[in-house]
Structure formats: C-alpha cells, structure tokens
C-alpha cells in the first residue's frame, strides 16, 4: 500500500461548517448551538443560511449541552459546538448524565482541540479531552485526522441516532485517508503495511506517523501506520493483529497519556496478546508558554519523535 | 516565577504613600498616567506576540489600574504576605493588561512584558498564579474568579481578619451560572468585605451582550441577589475610587462599571472586532500616536 499524504494541507474546519450546512440542507431537524463561538465554531455560514437554526446560549457551557438534549428530546438534532477544553471539561456532568445516560442524539464538537491554542495556555489546551469523554458510557469517540475523515463523522453523527463527541481539527493538515475507505465505530484505517512495528496515531499525528514510516522504510524497517479515528470503541481487530504480527505498538496523540489512545490500545492487548508499546502524548504536565507547533516539538510529537519511539521499540525487542 | 523589580517596587510604595495624602486631582492625575502606560505597552504586547484580545484589555485598563496603585494593600516585594488584600482578575483574556498593571506597579520587571506569550515565558496568554507575582488564582476559562474570590473573603471573615478580596468579571462572562451561585453564596455569608467589579462593556467574542444573551436589567439583577449596588464610568478614575470604598450596608457591593470595550484608541472603540484582532503596524503606530 502507498503512502497517501502529499505536501498540500487542507482546512478540516471548512469541512466540518461546508458537511454540517450541506446535511441540514436535507434534514431541517440538524440544529447548531454555540456558545458565544459562531467565529471559532465556524458556524458564520451556517448562521447566513439558516439563522433561525442557530442558537446561541452564550458563554454557559453547561447550559449549552443541557439546552443540546433537550433540543434532541425535542426531536432535533443539536450540533454542540465549542471550544473542546471548555465544552469536554465544563460540561462533563451534562455530557454524562444528559447526552450519554440519557441517550440522546446530541453531536458534541470539541473544536480547536490538542494544543491548538498554544500560546493561550493549559486551561485553553484540550489534552484532558480523550480520557474524559472515554470514560463516559455509550459516548463514541471520534477524531478526525483529515477534512475526508471529519466530513464521515459530521455525517455518520448525523446519522446515528445516540451521543457522540467529535474533536475537530484546527489546523490545516494534509490527506491521509484513501478513498473509499469505510468508516464507522470500530473501524480503523490501515494507511501502511509493516511487520516490524506498528504506529497508531490519531488526529494531528496521522501525517506524521506516515512520515515517520517513509524514513523508517529507508532504513529498512517495515511500519504498519493505524489511523485510529474511533478512539471509542476502537478496532480491536486491527490492534489486536497488530500485537501479534509485528514487535511493537507505537501510539501517537495530541493528548495527555493518561487516559486516551495510548491508555485503550495498552489495556486491550495487555489483556490479549501483550506486547512492547510506546504512548506518546503529553506526559502527566501542564505545558509551558509557546505556539502548538513549539509544544509538538516539546512533547516530541512529531515525525522525528515517532522515528526514535520505534526504533527504541525495535532495539529494546532484539535484545529481549 | 518573576520577582519583584526592586526600583519600581519602591516607586510603587511612594506612590502610594504620596496618594494617601493626596487630594483626589493629584491622585486621578497620577492613575491616568499609569493607565495611559498601561494601555501603549498592551498594544506592544500584543502587537509582539501578534495574540492577544486588546478590546477587553482596554476596557478594564483603568479598573486594573484604579484597585492596584489606588486602593489595594499590596507588597510586590513580598507579593504573598499573608494579610494583602487579594484581587482576582475574572475575565482572565485580559491577562496583557493585568501583567503591565503588576509590571508597573513593580511586582517583576517592565522589561517582562516584552515575553509575552513567548516560548517558556512566564507570561502565559491567561494569569497563572504558579509564576506571577500578584496573581491569585489562574483564570482564563470564564465563570472561575468569582468562587474563588467569594471563598477568599469567606476565609478573611472566619479569621476576622481586615484584608478585603475585589474580584473584575466581564459582563459576558456574567452568562456563566457559577457566577450567579457564587454570588448567591457571597450575600448568604454578608461578605461586606468582598467587592465584584463588572467591567459593562456591552460587549462579548462573537456580538453585543444584549444582542447574544441579555443580561438587563443588570442592576436589578444584582440587587435581587443581595448586593448593594454601584453603578460608575469606568474609566474615570475618581468615580472608581469612590465606588471602592467599603461595604455600608453590610452586604458585599457589586459594581457595574460602565466602559468601553477598545477605550483609548478611536478605531478600536465599541467596535466587536477588536475583542481580539491583532493591530497592523500601521495600526500600533496609530494606536501609539493616540495614547500619548
Ligand atoms: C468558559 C469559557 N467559554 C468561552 C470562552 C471564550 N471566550 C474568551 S473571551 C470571551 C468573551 C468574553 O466576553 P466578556 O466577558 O464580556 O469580556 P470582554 O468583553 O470584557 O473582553 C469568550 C467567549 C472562555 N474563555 N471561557
């Protein structure tokens, strides 16, 4: 299989707002709700075409996931949007109890997530954001890594008729995601083959994951790259097959490691096939002051920081 | 964590005992000149840093500036001494101009300022308490500096102790519910000793308060939660350090201080835009040119 990315880097927020107003074209029951964010919800369009659909609560995030389950008791299909840190942290009880619990078809939109908000500091960072809505019940957990994989999700939450929290990009990212690839709960994308090690990424770490797979393959070590878009539930096949065929499991989030990607990859193949792994992620620290390009670099989330996981993986595995 | 600039700290402890004998001219004259150098050194701030939300920094200026050299007991030498007075700054996007308030009131080096949101500094684009002196608690998420600032005035009156907790909101930030609770807490308790400054700019991110979530009438509302309310232009400094004096009725005082949001530079005035545009350089040398 080839390596899909290219140079060119696309707007996954453009995505969200051009899927999100092309659904409610056909479907008058998808409403948005914002909290004083229709600029950083990328909800302008929307609010042009269809004003009355838009409701804005104001900065009262609790509010706004309350007022989101009701509207889809009400029968509508609420599109939550808000910044992730405040809309996953503030409105936690809400999510749990009236969103999740509740079962209601409310779209949660965690937008700018990561350390997309830099300069704007750890109470603006969405690193909490993966191990809290994974810890809800019956809550899907969804990460886009490209503008194809974040219009499927706009448009399978639209569709599927319980919660589901949907953590969208801020940032300009190439394509990884093959054509016609499927996608659903459970459902990875396999973007390399490699029967050496494996790197599961999610998000903003998908193209480097891929590129750190190029300069691995140059050396001569095959890399299995997983894009993970469904944190929860995740593809236990996938994970699992990766356990048993190569000698290690690298993952890759912009999240802390207590608790995301790295913790629901480790606690599935401890229990079924263990094997050798290396989370990457933000380790258990409020991060300093800079952009979220200095912090990525910080963290060693990028294509060099996946390189040197796995060949530490590898080397750690010969001697064992 | 910055330390005190010891030259400025001394100049802010003179001015303050010279302010103490002063008529109110001489010290409205002395408060305008600090905010005047408060608001140019936002503009480079955020200029540098090409981040930042000028409009409500603007806004707040000469509230910041009126608490701190006019009415706070602080010490920036020793910036946690146990018997300050405790200020909490809400509507902590505001943060460049409370760090040039604490700069020129001597609680680190103006020369800091400079840093902001930079790489590893300590001037973080919202207040963190861990490395800057003079702030009290991290904010930045709305809805969080009035409970802790109601709990802080709690603590002063189980010690019966005299230091007073003063806690500026922004009128957006008035549609968070924690801040309705805290201060229904704060009249249960009769915290005369604790004063809630909003700063009434009319203005929020995305619109107009009234036009996203309406707050009025404002007023009304405050004084239906206990309060004893003061209503003043906040940007005049004399109204400001009247409407600061104690409680005197026994009931913690809310005030609503009616502002500008952009106060200071003609194109950024009540204009939405500028809750956090980045100034063109053409733009900083306007800006610059009216703050003289
Ligand atoms: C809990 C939370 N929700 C949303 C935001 C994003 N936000 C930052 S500033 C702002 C508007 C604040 O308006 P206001 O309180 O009136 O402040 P001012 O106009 O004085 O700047 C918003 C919505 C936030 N910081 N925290």
């Given at each position: 299989?080839?390596?899909?990315?290219?140079?060119?880097?696309?707007?996954?927020?453009?995505?969200?707002?051009?899927?999100?107003?092309?659904?409610?074209?056909?479907?008058?029951?998808?409403?948005?709700?914002?909290?004083?964010?229709?600029?950083?919800?990328?909800?302008?369009?929307?609010?042009?075409?269809?004003?009355?659909?838009?409701?804005?609560?104001?900065?009262?995030?609790?509010?706004?996931?309350?007022?989101?389950?009701?509207?889809?008791?009400?029968?509508?299909?609420?599109?939550?949007?808000?910044?992730?840190?405040?809309?996953?942290?503030?409105?936690?009880?809400?999510?749990?109890?009236?969103?999740?619990?509740?079962?209601?078809?409310?779209?949660?939109?965690?937008?700018?997530?990561?350390?997309?908000?830099?300069?704007?500091?750890?109470?603006?960072?969405?690193?909490?954001?993966?191990?809290?809505?994974?810890?809800?019940?019956?809550?899907?957990?969804?990460?886009?890594?490209?503008?194809?994989?974040?219009?499927?999700?706009?448009?399978?939450?639209?569709?599927?008729?319980?919660?589901?929290?949907?953590?969208?990009?801020?940032?300009?990212?190439?394509?990884?995601?093959?054509?016609?690839?499927?996608?659903?709960?459970?459902?990875?994308?396999?973007?390399?083959?490699?029967?050496?090690?494996?790197?599961?990424?999610?998000?903003?770490?998908?193209?480097?994951?891929?590129?750190?797979?190029?300069?691995?393959?140059?050396?001569?070590?095959?890399?299995?790259?997983?894009?993970?878009p469904f944190v929860d539930p995740l593809d236990v096949d996938v994970v699992l097959a990766?356990?048993?065929?190569?000698?290690?499991?690298?993952?890759?989030?912009?999240?802390?490691?207590?608790?995301?990607?790295?913790?629901?990859?480790?606690?599935?193949?401890?229990?079924?096939?263990?094997?050798?792994?290396?989370?990457?992620?933000?380790?258990?620290?409020?991060?300093?002051?800079?952009?979220?390009?200095?912090?990525?670099?910080?963290?060693?989330?990028?294509?060099?920081?996946?390189?040197?996981?796995?060949?530490?993986?590898?080397?750690?595995?010969?001697?064992? | 964590?910055?330390?005190?600039?010891?030259?400025?700290?001394?100049?802010?402890?003179?001015?303050?005992?010279?302010?103490?004998?002063?008529?109110?001219?001489?010290?409205?004259?002395?408060?305008?000149?600090?905010?005047?150098?408060?608001?140019?050194?936002?503009?480079?701030?955020?200029?540098?840093?090409?981040?930042?939300?000028?409009?409500?920094?603007?806004?707040?200026?000469?509230?910041?500036?009126?608490?701190?050299?006019?009415?706070?007991?602080?010490?920036?030498?020793?910036?946690?001494?146990?018997?300050?007075?405790?200020?909490?700054?809400?509507?902590?996007?505001?943060?460049?101009?409370?760090?040039?308030?604490?700069?020129?009131?001597?609680?680190?080096?103006?020369?800091?300022?400079?840093?902001?949101?930079?790489?590893?500094?300590?001037?973080?684009?919202?207040?963190?308490?861990?490395?800057?002196?003079?702030?009290?608690?991290?904010?930045?998420?709305?809805?969080?500096?009035?409970?802790?600032?109601?709990?802080?005035?709690?603590?002063?009156?189980?010690?019966?102790?005299?230091?007073?907790?003063?806690?500026?909101?922004?009128?957006?930030?008035?549609?968070?519910?924690?801040?309705?609770?805290?201060?229904?807490?704060?009249?249960?308790?009769?915290?005369?000793?604790?004063?809630?400054?909003?700063?009434?700019?009319?203005?929020?991110?995305?619109?107009?308060?009234?036009?996203?979530?309406?707050?009025?009438?404002?007023?009304?509302?405050?004084?239906?939660?206990?309060?004893?309310?003061?209503?003043?232009?906040?940007?005049?400094?004399?109204?400001?350090?009247?409407?600061?004096?104690?409680?005197?009725?026994?009931?913690?005082?809310?005030?609503?201080?009616?502002?500008?949001?952009?106060?200071?530079?003609?194109?950024?005035?009540?204009?939405?835009?500028?809750?956090?545009?980045?100034?063109?350089?053409?733009?900083?040398?306007?800006?610059?040119?009216?703050?003289?």
């Amino acid at each position: 299989m080839s390596i899909v990315t290219d140079a060119t880097t696309y707007d996954c927020r453009q995505a969200f707002a051009d899927e999100l107003i092309r659904l409610a074209e056909a479907d008058e029951r998808i409403v948005a709700v914002c909290n004083d964010s229709v600029g950083s919800s990328n909800l302008v369009g929307f609010r042009e075409r269809f004003p009355h659909r838009l409701i804005n609560v104001g900065i009262a995030e609790q509010d706004l996931v309350g007022v989101g389950a009701g509207l889809a008791n009400g029968g509508k299909i609420p599109f939550v949007s808000a910044a992730a840190p405040f809309l996953t942290g503030r409105a936690l009880e809400q999510i749990k109890a009236d969103a999740a619990y509740s079962n209601t078809h409310v779209v949660l939109c965690g937008q700018s997530p990561g350390m997309a908000y830099g300069e704007l500091g750890p109470t603006h960072h969405s690193i909490e954001d993966l191990s809290w809505m994974r810890a809800v019940a019956d809550l899907p957990v969804v990460v886009p890594a490209d503008p194809e994989q974040t219009r499927a999700a706009v448009r399978w939450a639209a569709a599927n008729p319980g919660p589901s929290y949907l953590r969208i990009p801020r940032f300009k990212v190439p394509a990884v995601t093959p054509p016609d690839a499927p996608f659903g709960p459970g459902i990875a994308n396999t973007l390399t083959d490699g029967d050496d090690v494996t790197v599961i990424a999610v998000g903003t770490l998908v193209s480097r994951a891929l590129a750190a797979a190029e300069r691995l393959r140059a050396e001569g070590i095959g890399v299995r790259v997983i894009n993970m878009p469904f944190v929860d539930p995740l593809d236990v096949d996938v994970v699992l097959a990766a356990a048993r065929e190569t000698r290690g499991i690298v993952t890759a989030e912009e999240a802390t490691v207590s608790g995301g990607l790295g913790a629901a990859v480790a606690s599935l193949v401890v229990a079924e096939s263990p094997v050798r792994m290396r989370i990457l992620g933000v380790p258990g620290v409020f991060a300093p002051t800079g952009s979220a390009e200095f912090l990525l670099e910080h963290f060693g989330l990028t294509t060099d920081g996946i390189v040197a996981a796995a060949r530490e993986l590898l080397g750690h595995g010969l001697h064992s | 964590m910055l330390v005190a600039d010891p030259p400025l700290a001394a100049e802010y402890r003179d001015l303050r005992v010279r302010l103490a004998d002063a008529t109110v001219q001489e010290k409205v004259a002395e408060l305008q000149k600090i905010s005047l150098a408060v608001r140019r050194s936002v503009v480079e701030m955020i200029a540098t840093a090409k981040l930042g939300h000028i409009g409500g920094d603007f806004s707040v200026t000469d509230i910041l500036v009126t608490c701190f050299a006019g009415v706070l007991n602080l010490d920036p030498t020793r910036p946690l001494r146990e018997d300050r007075d405790r200020f909490v700054l809400s509507k902590g996007h505001c943060a460049a101009s409370l760090y040039s308030t604490l700069a020129y009131c001597g609680f680190f080096p103006r020369s800091e300022l400079a840093t902001f949101m930079a790489p590893l500094s300590a001037l973080n684009g919202h207040p963190n308490r861990v490395k800057v002196p003079g702030v009290e608690t991290n904010s930045g998420p709305l809805g969080h500096g009035f409970p802790v600032a109601t709990g802080a005035a709690l603590a002063a009156k189980l010690d019966g102790a005299s230091w007073r907790t003063v806690v500026v909101l922004g009128d957006g930030e008035m549609q968070e519910g924690s801040n309705w609770e805290a201060a229904m807490t704060a009249s249960h308790y009769e915290l005369a000793n604790l004063t809630a400054i909003v700063d009434r700019n009319r203005l929020q991110q995305g619109a107009r308060t009234e036009d996203t979530k309406s707050l009025e009438p404002f007023g009304d509302k405050w004084r239906s939660f206990g309060w004893e309310l003061r209503e003043v232009d906040g940007h005049d400094h004399a109204a400001l350090l009247q409407a600061l004096e104690p409680s005197t009725t026994g009931k913690p005082v809310a005030i609503v201080a009616h502002t500008i949001k952009g106060k200071g530079v003609s194109f950024m005035e009540d204009r939405v835009e500028w809750h956090h545009k980045v100034p063109s350089p053409e733009q900083v040398r306007a800006a610059l040119e009216e703050l003289r």
